[in-house]
Every structure is written in C-alpha cells, then in structure tokens.
C-alpha cells in the first residue's frame, strides 16, 4: 500500500544559476510512503519507506527507509539509467552530486 502525492520535491538542473537546485512542485500522481502488512487486521500496516526527492522525470532519487537511513542514486542526464547508488545517505551529502 502507498500514499500518493501530487506535491513532490523537485531536484533538477537551473541554466540560469548553472547548478541544481531543489524546490517543491505540482506532479503528476506518485507514491511517496510505502507500506507493507504485517499481519491479518485492518490496522497491521507497517511503514517501510518514503520517496523524499524527484527528478525531473519523477524517477525517485532518495529514499527514506523505516529506520529514518537515507539512500539516494545518480541518474544518467536522460534521467533513465542509475549511474550510481549510495546507502546511509542523503543525496545532498553525496560525492555524486555535481
């Protein structure tokens, strides 16, 4: 089960400043908060990870699992490949972040 969002935050390249910059934003539909069950009732959802920032194409870029560890990836500059993973950290702190 997840929780969609259509406000996301929005990592992306700014010409204008020639860096990347982070911003909330208008999307289209995606899961933000992930949940698995942990059992027979109605109320036994367990909450496993969120998508904390987009990128352009909405390709999730970081990720906060259920012990509030970060993890974060690099995507080609079409957006459609990783080119590098990280784990135990945000994507603001990694080296891979020009």
């Known amino acids: 089960m997840s929780d969609w969002s259509a406000t996301n ?9 020639g860096s990347f910059t982070s911003s ?3 999307t289209e539909w995606v899961p933000t908060k992930n949940y698995v069950r942990s059992g027979i009732g109605t109320e036994d959802w367990k909450f496993i990870g969120k998508n904390t920032l ?17 993890s974060a990836t690099k995507l080609t500059l079409s957006g459609q ?3 590098a993973e990280v ?11 020009p």
């Open 9 to 17: 935050a929005i990592r992306a390249y700014d010409p204008v400043s």
């Open 24 to 26: 909330m934003s208008t």
């Open 54 to 70: 987009f990128g352009p194409s909405m390709a999730p870029l970081e990720q906060k699992d259920m012990a509030q560890g970060y």
């Open 81 to 83: 490949f990783p080119v």
């Open 87 to 97: 784990s135990n950290c945000n994507l603001r702190a990694t080296p891979i972040v």
